[in-house]
């Protein structure tokens, strides 16, 4: 008796090994007839031949987190032995978001793959050692970063993230606006006094029923925005100096409190803080005129649903300084360009699944892409052409094929160094944009002020080279 159970255990064993290793074989091949960012690797999802898990964190709004967990169902179709969670840290807030991610590193969450909202943010996380160096999957696809993507976060010669995103600025407009008060619509070359002159302009009415002509948000974009736009990087010079110093500060801070105090053209910033107003109902709620923004906006004006409105949108290059105030390292012109990064976490215990999503969402010629991609290889006007594909008419669709794809718009090269102490910089713009536009301090006591605190921090955390 016991011999028969010792044989029938046998045979049993024999078939789950046959199965199994027929099973291998099928998943084994992996095969994928649409776009899987180019990577060649077979083994799913860890290569042990079962699904694995894996989380995808970014901020998306209401209107982009449909578009996302699109893409992710796109990689999962043709991943099956993957599952991509998708998780939004903090609705349409990339600030709070990176928080919100900070917290779960330091509580030792296995974090897979994150977008993150800019490169300095990248750094300053990479040199923490919360994120995975990505030089050995890329080497073992064959791939060299710098041919694969526009701007590549690297620290001590590791690469630390993936360019999802390519970032445009441009200035949208009221395009009834402009037509009703006789204005063209703005050509690369205008100046922030030009733009200044336009608000006045397009300044309307008083009191509830009053359209600025135009508003500033309460990121440092709108505090220095020749620094954010026509600057490599907007904390340091290529020499590792702060750029505080920099008298596009001072032009840009003076301009911005006479727009407020002198013309009453911009929304006071005391109101914009205490109101916590959302930069896209100012302007889709027809309460200003003009404001600066990037091309991750492309979709709102089409976005009738979320943004209902009744004029067209016009949109123009990003006003250059004008002669006497161009910053140091001013390069006639050209605009910086960066985007969100995907990055991978230290902490992830799939790597080789976060590796494959990372390289499939920066690549994908998907439908549902929103944002123009960093990828090199990429067909941006086609992205372009989707995005406005049937809403044609709320947009100047001239303006906006010039103001992100003209010839006359062209962009630096990377900076040569960079500091990881982003935040805490950052920080001292926004305090330093506070005492000069609250206190009233002068102008000079809060840029030397400015300056003394930014050194200080980049003593203090170093620079990235």
Request: proline share 5%; hydrophobic share 35%; charged share 25%.
């Amino acid at each position: 008796m016991m011999q028969n159970k010792k044989r029938s255990f046998l045979a049993m064993l024999a078939l789950v090994f046959v199965l199994a290793t027929v099973l291998s074989a099928c998943g084994g091949k992996n095969e994928n007839n649409g776009t899987d960012g180019g990577t060649s690797s077979s083994k799913p999802g860890n290569g042990d031949g079962k699904q694995v898990t894996i989380k995808y964190y970014n901020w998306d709004n209401e209107a982009t987190e449909a578009n996302t967990k699109a893409m992710l169902q796109e990689f999962m179709d043709q991943n099956p032995d993957i599952k991509v969670e998708h998780v939004v840290l903090v609705p349409g807030d990339s600030v709070e978001m990176l928080k919100k991610l900070d917290f779960l590193i330091s509580s030792g969450e296995a974090v897979d793959v994150v977008q993150i909202p800019s490169l300095g943010a990248v750094l300053e996380r990479a040199t923490r050692n919360a994120l995975a160096p990505l030089n050995e999957f890329y080497e073992k696809e064959g791939l060299v970063a710098e041919d694969e993507y526009y701007v590549n976060p690297k620290v001590e010669g590791k690469y630390y993230g993936m360019q999802y995103t390519k970032s445009v600025n441009y200035v949208m407009l009221n395009k009834d606006a402009l037509d009703e008060a006789g204005l063209e619509v703005p050509k690369f070359g205008w100046t922030w006094d030009d733009y200044r002159d336009y608000a006045k302009k397009l300044t309307k009415g008083e009191g509830v029923d009053k359209r600025y002509g135009s508003y500033f948000h309460t990121w440092e974009l709108y505090m220095n925005a020749p620094a954010q736009t026509v600057m490599k990087d907007p904390f340091v010079y290529d020499d590792g100096t702060s750029i505080l110093a920099d008298p596009s500060y001072k032009y840009f801070f003076q301009l911005r409190k006479d727009m407020e105090d002198i013309d009453k053209s911009a929304k006071p910033y005391a109101d914009v803080l205490a109101a916590k107003l959302n930069y896209r109902t100012e302007f889709f709620n027809n309460e200003a005129a003009m404001i600066l923004t990037g091309n991750f906006t492309i979709p709102d004006p089409g976005n009738q649903d979320q943004y209902p409105h009744d004029f067209k949108t016009a949109f123009a290059p990003v006003p250059l300084p004008p002669k006497g105030a161009e910053p140091k390292e001013y390069d006639n012109g050209k605009y910086f360009t960066s985007g969100s990064q995907l990055v991978m976490g230290n902490t992830s215990k799939n790597k080789e699944a976060s590796f494959k999503l990372m390289r499939f969402m920066t690549t994908v010629d998907s439908k549902s892409r929103v944002e123009f991609s960093g990828w090199k290889k990429a067909d941006n006007n086609a992205i372009l052409e989707r995005l406005i594909e049937g809403k044609e008419e709320w947009y100047d669709v001239d303006s906006l094929r010039y103001s992100v794809a003209s010839e006359d718009i062209q962009f630096l090269d990377a900076p040569k160094v960079m500091t990881t102490g982003t935040s805490e910089i950052t920080k001292v713009i926004g305090d330093g944009f506070s005492k000069f536009m609250l206190s009233n301090e002068p102008i000079d006591e809060v840029q030397a002020w400015m300056v003394k605190e930014a050194n200080k921090i980049i003593e203090e955390k170093g620079l990235v080279k």
